[in-house]
């Protein structure tokens, strides 16, 4: 049986947290445990009693506990409150920070703002820039979700010089290129569909999520923080409405999700 680990590490979003790990769960077929680290806390343990979800307190230093608890065969993801400002070299000590980039298996974290959670994930947004890195990722991301009738929205984002050149023929085109992009890179998510941007990634995914109705974004990154490394991810977890799914890829170097030729700004 696999499972979802629910770590709460501020009883101010312990019931987001917890709710977004039963629609995970949901997606996996899964159950949902919660882990607080640190002395008994009334807030959280009323929260996970009311999710219905069996907590397990621990005292002990939090990002090792939590760390160790993600390494567990059974757990396909951990589940935590997104960092409350936007991550810079400054917060590169807190707890997020630090399991974000240590974790080998998807983090989902959940924006502070989000209220209660998502109750289901029906529509995911998966931004994909034709690498094979990032159609690793929505290969991750459709194997967590492998049990659930879930639709999936791949954006591709161009920067203006990277734009391929259209005949006069463009309304025959794009469709035909958006097409053979979804089955070259998507193989594994047949009935994707596909929404294409000219610009900046982070001034076009925020609209997308909006526009499609989106419950979750997923990510595929390097975990990597260092400056001038993953500007998309710090912008969508810094601004995004709804849960953020962070996928560890290996073999990003080098590879842009932003858009064809981007580099390292997304990764």
Not at 115 to 136: H, N
Not at 180 to 197: D, G, H, V
Not at 216 to 229: E, N, P, Y
């Amino acid at each position: 049986m696999t499972k979802v680990l629910a770590a709460i590490t501020n009883d101010s979003v312990a019931s987001a947290v917890l709710a977004t790990a039963h629609a995970i769960a949901h997606l996996s077929s899964g159950t949902v445990e919660a882990l607080y680290v640190g002395d008994e806390d009334a807030a959280v343990a009323e929260a996970a009693r009311r999710a219905g979800v069996t907590l397990h307190t621990v005292v002990g230093h939090r990002v090792d506990v939590l760390a160790r608890a993600g390494l567990a065969d059974e757990v396909v993801a951990m589940v935590l409150g997104a960092p409350d400002v936007a991550l810079g070299a400054r917060r590169a000590d807190s707890t997020v920070l630090q399991l974000i980039t240590m974790l080998t298996k998807p983090v989902v974290l959940v924006p502070r703002q989000s209220g209660t959670g998502p109750t289901v994930i029906s529509r995911m947004l998966v931004p994909l820039d034709g690498t094979a890195a990032s159609a690793a990722a929505l290969d991750g991301l459709v194997r967590l979700a492998a049990d659930a009738p879930v639709e999936i929205v791949v954006a591709h984002v161009y920067e203006e010089r990277a734009l391929p050149a259209f005949s006069d023929q463009v309304a025959h085109e794009v469709p035909a290129w958006s097409n053979e992009f979804l089955a070259r890179n998507c193989p594994s998510a047949p009935n994707a569909t596909l929404e294409l941007r000219v610009g900046e990634p982070h001034e076009h995914l925020l609209d997308i999520t909006r526009q499609c109705e989106c419950d979750l974004v997923a990510l595929g990154w390097s975990q990597d923080l260092a400056v001038g490394r993953a500007a998309v991810v710090r912008r969508m977890l810094a601004d995004s409405p709804v849960p953020v799914v962070l996928i560890p890829v290996s073999g990003t170097a080098g590879s842009g999700v932003s858009g064809a030729g981007a580099g390292a700004d997304w990764v």
